[in-house]
């Protein structure tokens, strides 16, 4: 079956602009998070959702960051005001929820440049 | 604070030389620890998810176990196309869901 997707796959603006990325989960995957990835460095986490909610958005670096999933499917992550120091990989990963067996698969991530 | 460390930061192997990779972790109580591949320009590709102390999973060349402090990635025979960075993370039981990374090995297998 289909994976989980992102787009835009790369996204090239200038400081102070506002941008969205968008991510599309596996069908049936009610959880949703969202990491960043600097170069050299493992992913990081920003935000998971459960269903509709963020159940933890304790990794949102400040609150020019913020995401949402209205429909429990489609999230979007929001950045106001960008800075060159946002530069980095937003991944999304899904996973069918809680429970053990909560394994979390991720898209192909959407590359943000800062100018 | 929960805590991933691998190690070595990078690995060169010959084609058929086995080795393993580290990956040492702190967390105030194990709910899972996962092991992904990352290929260039692509997002993490899941490989395994222990549970307990003890635990060992295989698939082809590649076999993860787990203690108490650290799981070991083992690659046996290695080809070029194992080539890749691998990231160990972590998920605690009281930590939601979230995974905490370490940032990775970097593998490469020459013929």
């Known amino acids: 079956g289909a994976g989980v997707s992102q787009t835009p796959s790369n996204k090239v603006t200038e400081k102070g602009k506002y941008v969205e990325l968008r991510c599309d989960p596996i069908s049936g995957h009610t959880a949703l998070y969202w990491y960043r990835q600097s170069l050299g460095q493992g992913p990081e986490f920003l935000i998971y959702?459960?269903?509709?909610?963020?159940?933890?958005d304790s990794g949102l670096p400040n609150d020019r960051f913020f995401a949402v999933r209205p429909e429990g499917s489609v999230s979007t992550l929001k950045i106001q005001r960008t800075e060159r120091g946002d530069s980095a990989v937003y991944l999304c990963?899904?996973?069918?929820?809680?429970?053990?067996?909560?394994?979390?698969?991720f898209g192909p991530g959407t590359r943000l440049t800062v100018l | 604070e929960d805590q991933v460390t691998q190690s070595p930061e990078a690995l060169r192997l010959q084609e058929g030389e086995s080795s393993s990779l580290n990956c040492s972790y702190t967390?105030?109580?194990?709910?899972?620890l996962f092991w992904y591949r990352q290929d260039p320009g692509k997002g993490p590709e899941f490989l395994f998810t222990?549970?307990?102390a003890g635990e060992e999973k295989e698939k082809e060349r590649l076999k993860a176990t787990l203690t108490k402090k650290e799981s070991f990635l083992h690659i046996t025979a290695p080809k070029p196309e194992d080539s890749a960075t691998y990231l160990c993370a972590v998920q605690a039981i009281l930590g939601f869901q979230k995974l905490v990374f370490g940032t990775g090995t970097r593998l490469l297998v020459s013929p």
């Open positions: 990963a899904s996973s069918l929820g809680r429970g053990s067996y909560n394994e979390q698969f």
């Open positions: 222990l549970y307990s």
């Open positions: 959702f459960q269903g509709t909610g963020a159940a933890d």
């Open positions: 967390v105030s109580g194990l709910r899972g």
